[in-house]
């Protein structure tokens, strides 16, 4: 160190300058390398991550209907993919399904046991991914792919890095020996005054100009730069209190407010934590700022999407949650989940997003609507009560009416039968009396039929829904003159009675609705049996309503039909439009595993 401190000033400007240089190179250098590599590998994985996505997604259909000759055709579109070694698709059970290597005559064993997620290895990497339907894991997708193109980056990255260097150095140090003498003196007197400056803190001091050149440009540069910081110091101390006082104003909105207001940057570490946030989570502000947001309060199971999403939507711009009302679970400090209602906005500064997140504790609100679902479900469940004793009952009277008043009247038939025969050659009058009185007891035995078959038809209960529906479709066409057409597949379809009860009743007001305001020519309904549900649709071309007529309290018939239907857990459904008719149509299950206590 004493020999370097009696070397020239050229000399100590040339050895500063090489030591700079030189290490500085070798670290841009590696920097570039390592950066460029990782950029490399994380592209080459997330571009294998979307081919095995997008494979894995057309595979869909071929895994759920077992189609290996479909599945195999698409596996087969990775010829194009140099990258490929080999593929494989799995079914839900993890057991091999199709398997697929460009070389047709090289052996591939796929893994048994499956980990999902991105596996790199030295020379090769595998992905595994799960092919889902609507939340539902079908199979999965592996991809091997090597490194080969990999290495070969890395060798030109190495070559091309180390040739940059030296060049470099070469240039440096000639321009180094050359320059120094010319750089040398305004820079040091530029350093001299730096460091007075930093020392006094004194921004009236100036350098002295020296020629045109560069270096004159330069010094008279800094000066400039000290005018302007001279007058921004000034402006900074007259504007310090109104900055405190804006911010303290800040703070005391942020703190005051009803909602929790989190700021994260761009990797995610949290900035901002007012008081509320400290009131939900538990965290205090100096706990929480300098943290991940996913490891504070983001539960387990939603911190990989959460991650996955901001890293979306840094490269692509695409989001899923963003200027939008959301509802997910947040962790409490003491390790307890609760549900939220979160906001997230994005503000871009500096060429880098800031992201802010207004959250509410909504588990008063949850709770307030599970206790109105409660409510819901009980009131349903007394209704099913009330429809069951309601039908019951029917049955009780159109059992009495038919057996008791149905008896006495055609006793009473057979009586004025009998004393019509007794009487007949003494008095016409008693003849024609006895005529019209079993007329009057022959039509009320059919209205006491009738009466008896609208409480309770004996047929739902004897021939079963089909015969049923058969028959109420024939007197209804009978009685209004609306043309029906009833189409039941299959042609006899066996249901429990409660079920063939509630579609009887729907089917009874569905045609009620029509005869009254549809003012329709022509009714086509259809019976089908799908799986295990039972549907039925009734269609008809009369003059249409209004869709919202289904909420309207005063639309009885609608909501006894679709209270039948959610008794079921079934599924309701009227399409409308005005003039153009009406088609309604029941979805209910037949392996409902409440079924037992409905009943």
């Keep these: 160190m004493n020999k370097f401190r009696t070397l020239p000033i050229q000399k100590k400007l040339i050895f500063i300058i090489l030591a700079i240089i030189i290490p500085t190179l070798f670290l841009s250098g590696s920097f570039f390398i390592y950066n460029n590599l990782k950029t490399s590998r994380e592209e080459m994985v997330r571009n294998l991550t979307i081919l095995a996505s ?61 980990e999902q997620g991105k596996h790199i290895f030295t020379d090769h990497i595998e992905i595994v991914l799960p092919v889902s339907l609507d939340g539902e894991e079908v199979g999965k997708i592996y991809l091997n792919a090597h490194l080969r193109e ?119 570490v949290i900035t901002n934590w007012n008081q509320r946030a400290s009131s939900i989570f538990g965290w205090q502000a100096i ?93 349903r469940n007394l209704n099913n009560q009330l429809q069951s004793v309601r039908e019951e009952e029917k049955t009780r009277i159109a059992r009495e009416i038919h057996d008791e008043l149905g008896q006495a009247l055609t006793a009473l038939k057979f009586d004025i039968s009998w004393v019509g025969k007794k009487y007949s050659n003494e008095d016409p009058m008693v003849i024609e009396k006895t005529r019209s009185m079993k007329e009057l007891i022959e039509n009320t035995i059919k209205v006491v039929q009738r009466i008896a078959t609208e409480l309770r038809p004996q047929m739902l209960d004897i021939m079963g829904l089909s015969e049923t529906l058969k028959w109420q479709n024939k007197e209804f066409q009978k009685r209004t003159g609306v043309i029906c057409e009833l189409t039941i597949d299959p042609d006899e379809i066996i249901v429990d009675p409660e079920r063939s009860t509630a579609l009887f009743r729907i089917y009874q007001e569905a045609l009620t609705n029509v005869a009254r305001h549809a003012k329709a020519g022509r009714v086509h309904t259809s019976l089908k049996k799908e799986l295990n549900h039972l549907v039925l649709e ?62």
Aim: no cysteine; proline share 3%; glycine share 6%.
């Design 150 to 268: 990999f290495d070969a980056k890395i060798k030109s990255y190495i070559l091309y890095a180390g040739l940059t260097l030296m060049s470099i150095l070469a240039l440096a140090f000639g321009f180094t020996v050359k320059l120094q003498s010319i750089i040398s003196r305004p820079i040091l007197n530029l350093a001299n005054l730096a460091k007075k400056i930093s020392q006094t803190s004194d921004f009236s001091i100036r350098v002295e100009e020296e020629g045109d050149a560069e270096i004159g440009t330069l010094v008279s540069g800094f000066n400039e730069m000290l005018s302007q910081i001279e007058k921004r110091e000034k402006e900074l101390a007259t504007n310090q209190d109104q900055l405190e006082k804006s911010e303290a104003s800040v703070r005391t909105i942020l703190d005051n407010a009803f909602d929790a207001i989190i700021t994260i940057d761009a990797e995610g």
């Design 287 to 379: 706990d929480a700022i300098g943290k991940k947001l996913s490891n504070l309060i983001i539960p387990d199971q939603f911190r990989d999407a959460h991650t996955r999403g901001m890293a979306r939507f840094l490269s692509t711009g695409e989001h899923e949650i963003l200027n939008q009302q959301i509802e997910i679970s947040g962790i409490h400090r003491d390790g307890h989940s609760f549900p939220v209602e979160i906001s997230v906005s994005e503000i871009k500064m500096d060429e880098s997003y800031v992201f802010t997140g207004i959250i509410r504790d909504i588990t008063q609100r949850k709770q307030a609507e599970r206790e109105l679902i409660g409510s819901r479900e009980r009131l």
């Design 538 to 599: 009734i269609q008809d071309d009369g003059v249409g309503m209004d869709e919202k007529i289904v909420d309207n309290p005063h639309s009885l018939g609608l909501i006894g039909i679709r209270e039948r239907v959610l008794i079921w857990r079934g599924k309701f459904d009227l399409r409308s439009a005005q003039g153009k008719g009406t088609t309604l149509t029941i979805n209910i299950p037949l392996d409902d595993p409440n079924s037992n206590d409905k009943k």
């Design 54 to 114: 997008a494979v894995g997604s057309t595979s869909r259909a071929a895994l759920i209907f077992e189609d290996d000759t479909a599945a195999e055709e698409i596996l087969s579109s990775l010829k194009e993919e140099n990258q490929i070694v080999s593929a494989a698709l799995y079914d839900s059970n993890d057991k091999v399904f199709v398997v697929f290597t460009p070389d047709v005559s090289a052996s591939f064993e796929p893994p048994a046991l499956l």
